[in-house]
């Protein structure tokens, strides 16, 4: 039975990146023509995600990482929200300067005074960067114009881009999809566009707007923008193994990768490619080490949030980092049903403690006695 989750990499068959170490991956640096630059120590970002990537989740994403994460990315906020002093967007826009870094602010609108206005907030702000999002796919993003709609107005996204790039000192970059739908794949021209006009990174996410999450992200996408634009460009899309990670550097001309929703399944998996890239064996994160990184990750949220928002965070975390754990789904549905943080942790130190003393049974046992009954008599593997 896997008591962790099952992380496959997609590799074509016959693939290999080999144990490493690939002395050749490395980081590289955003901003070489603006008047400050992000040094971006390993070519690994974590990817922003609305709803997770606040600054409890990047710290804890950190922690786990070691030195893995070369470069942190808000949750997208609105600069309608962010330009009205909006206590939303500013909770979303609060990161710590000391450790949270470098990092970059994700902005959304369309409207080109507040993303300058917006622009200038974030290099007051501390942050490394301002990243301009033109993937969000939310009807009630783009209808207002932002979001992935700034792939079909390539002239007012191009006017956005370059006056913000000259309203701050700090690096102005740009997160792409491929296009808006399969028969408007654009990104070339998008990314051409946004570098003339003072972008100096590009993110691609390799699928297109109508595709939402569905479908593979196309990386020959990814690598035809990095061949037509000289600054970096990070890839993003289902990269979800260390080996993938590599092999994307490898067979693209990507200076980075983006790793979102692999890194909520699986919090260390910065450290895991850190791993491969040196040579050293891959460590996979013990029992204890999953309960720790719960404890630190809701200790993160205590004071920065009101304490009834934090078990459903907590639940979202766990729920996808149980995925493919043998009794896993137990656990959840434990998890679920408790009220309070201080509940829950009873079942998941409980878990995590069985998993480490090869007792899951006799937890099973505690937790719903008539399943465990049916395992201990027959010692049946449930794996959910
Ligand atoms: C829950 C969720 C929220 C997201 N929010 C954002 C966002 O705020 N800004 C953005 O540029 N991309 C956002 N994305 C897209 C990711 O940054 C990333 O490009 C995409 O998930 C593909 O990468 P992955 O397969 O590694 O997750 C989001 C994705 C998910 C799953």
């Not at 965070?313 to 896993?328: D, E, I, V, W």
């Not at 408790?338 to 878990?351: C, H, L, P, S």
Request: net charge negative; charged share 20%; with cysteine.
């Amino acid at each position: 039975m896997p008591n962790a989750p099952d992380l496959t990499p997609e590799l074509p068959e016959g693939v290999d990146v080999g144990p490493g170490p690939f002395p050749q991956i490395g980081g590289f640096v955003i901003g070489e023509q603006s008047r400050t630059q992000i040094h971006v120590a390993r070519p690994f970002v974590l990817a922003p995600m609305s709803g997770v990537t606040d600054s409890p989740f990047r710290q804890t994403i950190q922690a786990a990482s070691e030195q893995g994460v070369g470069l942190l990315v808000t949750e997208f906020i609105s600069v309608e929200g962010l330009t009205r002093a909006n206590l939303k967007a500013a909770a979303r826009m609060s990161f710590d300067p000391v450790i949270e870094r470098p990092i970059e602010v994700q902005i959304f609108g369309a409207d080109l005074e507040r993303m300058v206005h917006a622009a200038v907030l974030i290099e007051e702000s501390g942050a490394q960067g301002v990243d301009i999002n033109c993937g969000c796919p939310a009807p009630k993003v783009v209808k207002r114009g932002g979001g992935a709609e700034l792939m079909r107005q390539c002239d007012t996204l191009a006017r956005i881009v370059e006056a913000t790039a000259t309203a701050v000192r700090i690096p102005v970059t740009v997160k792409i999809r491929a296009g808006w739908s399969a028969d408007s794949i654009n990104a070339v021209a998008i990314a051409k566009a946004c570098e003339s006009a003072g972008a100096q990174a590009i993110a691609v996410h390799g699928r297109t707007r109508m595709q939402l999450y569905a479908g593979k992200a196309d990386w020959q996408i990814v690598d035809d923008v990095a061949k037509a634009v000289r600054v970096p460009v990070i890839g993003s899309g289902d990269v979800c193994t260390p080996q993938e990670a590599v092999w994307r550097l490898q067979t693209t001309a990507a200076k980075g990768v983006m790793i979102g929703r692999a890194a909520i399944m699986n919090p260390w998996i910065f450290r895991q490619i850190d791993d491969l890239i040196a040579g050293r064996p891959v460590r996979d994160p013990t029992p204890a080490d999953r309960a720790q990184l719960l404890h630190r990750f809701a200790d993160l949220m205590g004071g920065r949030m009101p304490d009834h928002a934090i078990p459903g965070r907590l639940k979202q975390l766990l729920a996808r980092m149980t995925k493919g754990f043998s009794h896993g789904s137990l656990l959840r549905e434990k998890v679920m049903r408790a009220a309070t943080a201080q509940d829950m942790f009873v079942w998941i130190d409980g878990f995590f403690d069985a998993v480490a003393a090869d007792d899951l049974p006799h937890w099973v046992q505690m937790a719903r006695p008539e399943v465990a009954q049916v395992e201990l008599d027959d010692h049946a593997g449930i794996i959910t």
